[in-house]
């Protein structure tokens, strides 16, 4: 899968979630999940297993430790597949 | 590549065993002023008092008594003070200053407590790890590690599982943190001890309970288990610790009709 087509995947998951609709329009590889687009930490399990759950992949609680970008999550994603 | 992550990492985990070593020891030297002023503020100053303290007091006994294996205290949370008070409501001054691994490890977020020199002083005394809610993954998983180690090493740590103080003045099954869940997970045999405090006059969330009131306590002992694994299995031990606060929340409101 190209890695244009799992950032367009991971910003679709990740809407829900966002509370920041302006940092959403300008999404980025850079950008920061909880700091630019609000994300509430506690419910970032959620999306996690929502990614486990598209994708079809399983994330273990350290993979989450390294995500703090959708590029870290992009990454992450990817490297399952 | 491997092998130069891995020296980092041990090097990481030993700086913070040192770290958190060094901690406990002055905390515990310092345990009859801190604990001794934290208990006559409480008291004296704020006049609260436990409903029941002595009843709760031999169930805390009673429980720890049941068995060694790590126990992590989670309670509801409603104001600033809430590990104080719990902390109190388990057991006297005395109690804590002469069995100080009991005493709990807190974890408080960073930008309420670690503003000032002052504040750092006090919760570096006070038994507390600063975690920064909705910080660097990096950093907050740095905290998980610490309280796990503690565990593990037979100390205790008081977290409040909803990831801060709750907004709606009940325990909030949706705010469930899984960083909770995870600490659980990853300590064999680990039991929970869900604590539940609400004072007779608190309605709802704020920064300190007021003074004169009376605060209600109960607790529970749990095992959390589940099936599933990774992200799935600490958010579902996390959202069994939230679910048994709420029971007790329900149970303290029916008892009040």
Redesign the interface.
């Known amino acids: 899968m190209e890695q244009s087509e799992v950032m367009e995947r991971v910003v679709k998951i990740l809407t829900p979630w966002v509370k920041d609709e302006g940092a959403l329009a300008k999404v980025a590889m850079e950008t920061n999940i ?2 630019d687009l609000k994300v ?3 419910r ?3 999306v ?2 929502a990614f ?1 759950d598209d994708f079809d992949i ?5 993979d ?5 970008t959708v590029g870290d999550a992009v990454n992450l994603i990817s490297g399952k597949l | 590549m491997t092998a130069n992550v891995q020296p980092e990492g041990d090097s990481g985990m030993s700086a913070m065993k040192k770290r958190h070593a060094r901690q406990r020891l002055v905390s515990m030297v310092a345990g009859p002023l801190w604990v001794g002023l934290s208990v006559f503020v409480m008291r004296f100053w704020y006049r609260y008092r436990i409903a029941d303290v002595d009843g709760i007091r031999a169930q805390y006994r009673a429980i720890r008594a049941q068995s060694d294996a790590p126990m992590l205290i989670c309670a509801n949370h409603l104001t600033l003070v809430d590990s104080f008070l719990a902390t109190w409501a388990l057991g006297s001054g005395v109690y804590w200053v002469t069995h100080p691994d009991e005493l709990a490890w807190n974890t408080p977020e960073s930008t309420n407590f670690g503003r000032t020199r002052r504040h750092r002083l006090a919760i570096f005394l006070a038994k507390c790890i600063p975690i920064t ?2 910080g ?3 950093e ?2 740095g905290v998980l590690d610490r309280v796990r180690h503690l565990l593990v090493n037979g100390e205790t740590a008081l977290i409040f599982p909803e ?2 103080r709750s907004r709606t003045g009940r325990v909030e099954d949706s ?4 960083g909770v869940g ?1 600490i659980v997970g ?1 300590v064999p045999g680990c039991r929970v001890l869900c604590v539940y405090m609400r004072g007779t006059a608190q309605e709802t969330w704020g920064d300190f309970p007021k003074a004169h009131d009376t605060m209600h306590v109960s607790m529970a002992c749990i095992e959390p288990k589940s099936d599933t ?4 299995r ?2 579902d031990i996390g959202q069994q610790i939230v679910r048994q606060l709420q029971c007790m929340e329900e149970e303290y409101f029916d008892a009040r009709q």
Request: charged share 35%; net charge negative; aromatic share 2%.
């Open positions: 909880l700091e509430n930490s506690a970032l399990v959620d996690v297993i486990e399983e994330i273990a609680d350290e989450v430790d390294q995500v703090n | 809610r909705g660097a993954r990096e907050v998983a990831a801060g705010s469930a943190a899984w995870r990853s694994k990774g992200v799935r600490s958010r």
